[in-house]
């Protein structure tokens, strides 16, 4: 059975890693490595409906939110610009951005200006899209696109992270939660497909809290030697910025 790479239609090659019910196989064309068989949006759904990330505390979340609104002043984002926040969870963003923020989550709606489906905003067209690790999730990521680049403005901006799968730092394959596992060549094919030029595309650092960052990082090591350690390490602040597995790209429409 052929596998399609689900950006650029080629052959994803013979070779896949099983992972329960699911299979990661890789583009011989781009290199992005997808899941197989796509969940369906019910399927998703039924699944984060019971999901829970614990590096999601409320309080790290609102100050990565903040510093992802820094990085965007040197796009031209002001306080009178149209924000869409695609995938935006519990709405911080939508929150802290203002007034002029609207967001859409599939799975609920929790605010005046948070939707649950594209077709029911209220705004046609805006000069920012962000997906803050949303890309990952989409089981129609083309379609899906082409849909936010149609309610985007010329020359408005799309922001993404996403997980970078040529980076230094390891990642887990985590179907159906993360569908796809993004390089740099099949970011400027879906950049193509929604007619953007890719203007940045950088390490995506963030906030998070130090225990947690620890218990990530020597998340392979066998217990006896990660507490051993820990131990070991100086007393770090309760709050670090550190370098993750995703890519920051801002894609800007013709």
């Given at each position: ?9 080629c ?14 196989y890789?583009c011989?064309?781009?290199g ?17 409906s019971?999901?829970?990330d ?9 100050l990565n939110?903040?510093n ?5 002043l ?25 007034k ?9 709606s ?7 489906n ?6 046609k ?38 997980v ?14 993360h569908l ?11 950049a ?6 890719i ?8 906030k ?24 070991s390490i100086?007393k ?13 790209t ?5």
């Open positions: 059975m052929k596998i399609a790479c689900p950006v650029c239609y052959d994803a090659g013979e070779y896949n890693i099983n992972i329960d019910e699911f299979s990661i890789k011989i064309n781009c992005l490595e997808h899941t197989y068989p796509i969940p369906t949006d019910k399927e998703l759904i039924d699944f984060y019971r999901y829970e614990i590096r999601a505390d409320s309080a790290i979340v609102k939110v903040q992802n609104l820094e990085k965007l040197k796009y031209g984002l002001n306080k009178n610009s149209l924000i869409f926040d695609f995938g935006c969870g519990k709405g911080e963003f939508v929150d802290i951005a203002g002029n923020c609207y967001g859409v989550e599939h799975s609920n929790v605010g005046d200006r948070i939707f649950n594209l077709d029911n905003l209220e705004i067209e805006f000069e920012y899209i962000t997906l803050w690790g949303a890309l990952e999730y989409l089981n129609d990521i083309k379609q899906i696109m082409k849909k936010l680049s149609n309610i985007l403005k010329k020359d408005g901006y799309i922001i993404i992270t996403t970078d799968a040529e980076g230094k730092i390891p990642y887990y394959y985590k179907p159906p939660e796809t596992y993004w390089t740099k060549k099949s970011l400027h094919l879906l193509e497909y929604i007619e953007c030029d203007l940045e595309i950088s390490q995506y650092n963030m998070q809290f130090s225990h947690i960052y620890l218990d990530r990082l020597l998340s392979r090591t066998p217990k006896e030697h990660a507490v051993v350690i820990k131990d100086n770090l602040p309760e709050i670090i910025e550190i370098p993750t597995n995703e890519l920051f801002v894609f800007k429409k013709r």
